[in-house]
């Protein structure tokens, strides 16, 4: 346990993943597959429908451990209860319109339901359902109850649905559910709703510059910290916007909407569009500060004469978060927008990559800096991150080792703080 008697990262879990009877039963046991590719040891404890989707041998395979779904089976064991107390963390994968609402009852008519009743550790549910149902009044309260009491309900992913039909209602991606489940078991305070109502836009990835049609300079950015961010706002409950460079084949942040881009300048515009109405700007992409002053039409040869491949002429990028500050000057964003940048360190013979962070923030008039310590190839591509939030008024916070998605609670409490 860490200082806040939270899980470290390092320690094993004792999970239960409950899955009830949807169609995207399935994908449960990819979830519980990733727990245990993480070190965790994982109960599975289905509800009567679900194993008309999945039967118990492939949950009891993956698992290791014996299925049943009523608190009638070895009741000398008063199967409820120890799996419940034991529990560091549930997860309903996915979790129905009906086991939901059973939930919201506090009805204990299954070994799921009842085990939900003696546990006191992180919930996390994953809906699955058809759009119709997810919007029902019914569905709506149940949620906004089960959202009161502390239960992680998350949005679900919106996209193809059972049939041929698309909308909000797709159960989100198994690696998601992981990481998500897993940084709610770290910290469930991050997930509080504290952002309702606000509008966040975050950048996420490495932008490229083109040099001819085959060449480009670019950067390391796999765009995890910026799409975790994304992800965790919309779990508090804002409404997001993501402005992405390129990042690694990473799942659509849940709950937020992205726009692609591939330049600085792109991404430049793009920001400029869309922080008109933003309450919060998180610039956690890494830009290209030059890029070449002429892009060729055609591939550059290696061998020619003049070969122009050996003197690309660089000119100097737009500072995003420079200019966005200049705009929140200006009135063209809202005065009291929160402006958070990032700071990728290595330090040089002078400075420390801390030393170098405090003269960025100052430099640029943001009201929060991340500053991580990227030497030795640290962060970039990495599922953790580490570092220091500096604020414009001279408070500095450790960012102690976490998951992206952790470190994304982090900054998005002292985002909440800086708003208060
Ligand atoms: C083919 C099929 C797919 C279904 N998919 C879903 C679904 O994705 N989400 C949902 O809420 N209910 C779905 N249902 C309805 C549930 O199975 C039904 O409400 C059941 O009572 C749920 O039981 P449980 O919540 O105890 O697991 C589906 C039913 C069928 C027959």
């Known amino acids: 346990m860490n200082a806040a008697g939270h899980p470290d990262l390092s320690e094993s879990l004792k999970i239960v993943v409950g899955v009830a009877g949807g169609i995207a039963a399935y994908k449960a046991a990819h979830v519980v597959r990733g727990f245990k590719e993480r070190g965790h040891d994982v109960r599975v404890v289905p509800t009567e429908s679900a194993l008309n989707f999945v039967g118990a041998a492939t949950?009891?395979?993956?698992?290791?451990?014996?299925?049943?779904?009523?608190?009638?089976?070895?009741?000398?064991?008063?199967?409820?209860?120890?799996?419940?107390?034991?529990?560091d963390l549930i997860v309903v994968v996915?979790?129905?319109?009906?086991?939901?609402?059973?939930?919201?009852?506090?009805?204990?008519?299954?070994?799921?339901?009842?085990?939900?009743?003696?546990?006191t550790c992180p919930v996390v549910l994953a809906p699955a359902m058809h759009t119709e149902m997810w919007h029902h009044p019914a569905t709506r309260d149940n949620v906004a109850t089960l959202r009161r009491?502390?239960?992680?309900?998350?949005?679900?992913?919106?996209?193809?649905?059972?049939?041929?039909?698309t909308g909000p209602?797709?159960?989100?991606?198994p690696e998601q559910i992981v990481d998500l489940a897993l940084a709610a078991a770290a910290r469930p305070s991050h997930f509080r709703r504290d952002l309702e109502g606000t509008h966040v836009l975050v950048?996420?990835?490495?932008?490229?510059?083109?040099i001819d049609p085959v060449r480009f300079i670019g950067n390391h950015s796999s765009g995890r910290q910026g799409f975790a961010l994304a992800e965790m706002a919309a779990q508090r409950g804002a409404e997001v916007t993501v402005v992405a460079g390129v990042t690694d084949a990473l799942p659509t942040p849940l709950g937020a909407r992205v726009i692609k881009v591939v330049s600085a300048r792109d991404m430049a515009s793009a920001v400029e569009e869309h922080s008109r109405r933003a309450d919060v700007c998180i610039f956690a992409a890494a830009v290209a500060d030059f890029r070449p002053e002429h892009t060729a039409n055609s591939k550059m040869k290696k061998g020619k004469a003049d070969d122009a491949l050996r003197r690309v002429n660089l000119v100097e990028n737009p500072d995003i978060l420079a200019?966005?500050?200049?705009?929140?000057?200006?009135?063209?964003?809202?005065?009291?927008?929160?402006?958070?940048?990032?700071?990728a360190e290595t330090g040089d013979a002078e400075n420390s990559p801390l030393e170098l962070a405090r003269q960025k923030i100052a430099r640029k008039g943001c009201d929060l800096l991340m500053c991580n310590d990227v030497s030795g190839g640290r962060t970039f591509g990495a599922t953790d991150n580490v570092g220091w939030i500096l604020s414009a008024d001279g408070e500095e916070t450790e960012v102690p080792l976490g998951s992206k998605f952790t470190v994304a609670g982090v900054i998005l409490d002292a985002v909440v703080d800086a708003r208060a």
Not at 68 to 85: C, K, Y
Not at 203 to 210: D, L, R
């Open 149 to 165: 009491r502390g239960t992680i309900v998350l949005d679900p992913a919106h996209g193809r649905l059972t049939g041929k039909d």
């Open 59 to 87: 949950f009891e395979a993956l698992s290791g451990h014996p299925v049943s779904t009523t608190v009638f089976d070895a009741v000398d064991e008063v199967q409820h209860v120890r799996i419940g107390q034991e529990a």
């Open 169 to 173: 209602g797709r159960l989100p991606e």
């Open 203 to 210: 950048t996420a990835g490495g932008t490229q510059e083109a």
């Open 94 to 119: 996915p979790a129905t319109a009906d086991f939901m609402a059973r939930a919201a009852q506090g009805r204990g008519d299954d070994l799921l339901t009842a085990t939900l009743l003696v546990a």
């Open 323 to 343: 200019t966005t500050v200049r705009r929140r000057a200006s009135g063209e964003l809202p005065a009291e927008a929160t402006l958070v940048g990032f700071a």
